[in-house]
């Protein structure tokens, strides 16, 4: 018999591809490193300034807890859409629909602009006496307003992401749940949340890069702590813009990066046993006493194990 002569697939355009690719990265390289108007030497000296250290330290604190605000009305929120009470239902939609339809930016100058329009916070008997009062702008503050706007802004998103990850579990799995006595409350938390999770996290974990990057709006509050209002006034005060512009990126870039490798870590927990990335775990010791368990005889009656 004729031994074929198996010869493998070639792939030239790849190569070709790939060459294209790396001279664009040398030429990109060369004019950066040769062009003295990108001012390397200044974006060294303000990579680890104190100012933008401080930016990027606040620049977290608002994404992170805008976040957890963000999550907490969003879990809530998908919880009243799939609620059977149609006032639930109505008043998250009226949620979504508002937070959706107007922008973050517009959203953020009302925050600014609350003392103007309510100078007190005022707790009383409606038409009646007044209990307690606070001035508004001590305690809706730059930094109460831009956390409490982003958060709400955010929360309408999360809230369809969250809603769309509870319908793709089955509702066998409520029905099921609820046959066995348990309260529907009970069941929303710990079976039908877990697997949701699965569909919930990714574009949770995409809105929370995009919600870092939302951060540099807050201006319009005006909080003037976060990192790019701080790297556009060194600019201002040393009038080279791209270097700070730069310096600005740079970090923008690592603290994205952080957050994407810590969805990765979240995504393939979730994922076990159902995607193809990560395998559900298996328990050596269980399936090796399945394996060698003697099979069921009906002659005998016995069941798996040989036990009667």
């Given at each position: 018999?004729?031994?074929?002569?198996?010869?493998?697939?070639?792939?030239?355009?790849?190569?070709?591809?790939?060459?294209?690719?790396?001279?664009?990265?040398?030429?990109?390289?060369?004019?950066?490193?040769?062009?003295?108007?990108?001012?390397?030497?200044?974006?060294?000296?303000?990579?680890?300034?104190?100012?933008?250290?401080?930016?990027?330290?606040w620049t977290l604190i608002l994404t992170v807890t805008s976040m957890i605000i963000a999550i907490v009305l969003?879990?809530?929120?998908?919880?009243?859409?799939?609620?059977?009470?149609?006032?639930?239902?109505?008043?998250?939609?009226?949620?979504?629909?508002?937070?959706?339809?107007?922008?973050?930016?517009?959203?953020?100058?009302?925050?600014?602009?609350?003392?103007?329009?309510?100078?007190?916070?005022?707790?009383?008997?409606?038409?009646?006496?007044?209990?307690?009062?606070?001035?508004?702008?001590?305690?809706?503050?730059?930094?109460?307003?831009?956390?409490?706007?982003?958060?709400?802004?955010?929360?309408?998103?999360?809230?369809?992401?969250?809603?769309?990850?509870?319908?793709?579990?089955?509702?066998?799995?409520?029905?099921?749940?609820?046959?066995?006595?348990?309260?529907?409350?009970?069941?929303?938390?710990?079976?039908?949340?877990?697997?949701?999770?699965?569909?919930?996290?990714?574009?949770?974990?995409?809105?929370?890069?995009?919600?870092?990057?939302?951060?540099?709006?807050?201006?319009?509050?005006?909080?003037?702590?976060?990192?790019?209002?701080?790297?556009?006034?060194?600019?201002?005060?040393?009038?080279?813009?791209?270097?700070?512009?730069?310096?600005?990126?740079?970090?923008?870039?690592?603290?994205?990066?952080?957050?994407?490798?810590?969805?990765?870590?979240?995504?393939?927990?979730?994922?076990?046993?159902?995607?193809?990335?990560?395998?559900?775990?298996?328990?050596?010791?269980?399936?090796?006493?399945?394996?060698?368990?003697?099979?069921?005889?009906?002659?005998?009656?016995?069941?798996?194990?040989?036990?009667?």
């Amino acid at each position: 018999m004729e031994l074929i002569d198996s010869v493998p697939v070639r792939h030239p355009w790849r190569w070709v591809g790939a060459v294209v690719v790396l001279l664009i990265v040398v030429l990109v390289i060369q004019s950066m490193t040769t062009n003295p108007k990108f001012y390397w030497g200044t974006f060294r000296t303000y990579l680890f300034d104190v100012l933008v250290i401080q930016g990027v330290g606040w620049t977290l604190i608002l994404t992170v807890t805008s976040m957890i605000i963000a999550i907490v009305l969003a879990i809530i929120l998908a919880f009243m859409r799939q609620s059977d009470n149609p006032l639930f239902r109505y008043v998250s939609w009226v949620w979504v629909w508002f937070f959706r339809g107007t922008p973050v930016y517009t959203q953020l100058l009302f925050w600014g602009s609350v003392g103007a329009l309510y100078p007190k916070i005022i707790v009383g008997v409606p038409f009646g006496p007044e209990l307690f009062s606070w001035d508004t702008a001590t305690v809706i503050n730059a930094t109460v307003g831009a956390i409490v706007g982003l958060g709400l802004n955010e929360s309408a998103y999360l809230a369809e992401i969250f809603r769309a990850g509870l319908k793709s579990v089955d509702n066998g799995q409520m029905e099921a749940a609820e046959a066995l006595g348990m309260r529907r409350s009970k069941v929303m938390w710990r079976i039908i949340l877990p697997q949701a999770m699965r569909v919930i996290i990714p574009p949770t974990g995409n809105e929370t890069i995009g919600m870092l990057k939302t951060t540099s709006l807050v201006l319009a509050v005006p909080f003037t702590l976060d990192l790019t209002f701080v790297t556009n006034a060194l600019a201002s005060r040393t009038f080279l813009p791209i270097p700070l512009l730069m310096v600005a990126a740079f970090w923008y870039l690592v603290i994205t990066s952080v957050l994407m490798v810590g969805q990765y870590y979240i995504e393939r927990h979730y994922g076990k046993g159902v995607d193809n990335v990560t395998k559900a775990p298996v328990l050596a010791t269980a399936a090796a006493a399945a394996a060698h368990a003697k099979p069921a005889d009906p002659a005998d009656g016995t069941t798996e194990g040989g036990q009667q």
